[in-house]
């Protein structure tokens, strides 16, 4: 949803900066692989050491990336299906180092197997519902939108993650259950998108 909503008008804020970007020679997938390597390192290193916080925001921040590759894109007046390949991969990279590292914080240092298991369902079906949105438009089909996407999710999980960090009880465990809830009914939706897609298709 925030993908229909927010995300055009973020990205045309930051045209201006991709195209100092440019000038100075970075390429959209520079950026992509700069904001993936710290994106992951940043999980992975503070995550399952505690500092949760530091984790939030360096996530954030990184991830936030993302949107600028895309900006400079603009900027150069042209994607690439090599460039759109590369930050689909990617953003499979950093959730599962992201989802990977709550889940290991869950187990070894909060010890809550609960909020673990709800971490380890969210990253499934998070990578599940991108597939099914790729192999269906791969076969011609279409299988998009949802309720969340993974902007949605990279907000439930980080504001969980850092509500924690700032001591709020349960708030890890409250933010993955609830994820993992809106993702199930997120890959319902989308399966019920693909069946129609598939039945107009071969109206």
Known sequence: MLNIFARASVSRALDPLARV???????????TIVGTVAAIVCALGFFPNGLLLWGTFTVWGFAMLDLLDGAIARARGHGTPLGA?????????????????????CFVD?????????????????????YVKARAEASGLSADGGLIERAERLIIALVGTGLQGLHVPYAVEVSQWLLAALSALTLGQRMVALVASAREAHS
């Not at 990617?90 to 709550?102: P, Q, S």
């Open 110 to 130: 909060a010890g809550n197997l609960r909020a673990a298991g709800a971490a380890l369902v969210s990253l499934v079906l998070g990578q599940v519902i991108s």
């Open 85 to 105: 390949t590369l930050d689909a991969t990617c953003d499979r990279l950093v959730d599962g180092a992201l989802f990977g590292a709550i889940a290991w914080w």
């Open 21 to 31: 970007l440019l000038r100075a020679g970075v390429t959209p997938n520079v950026m």
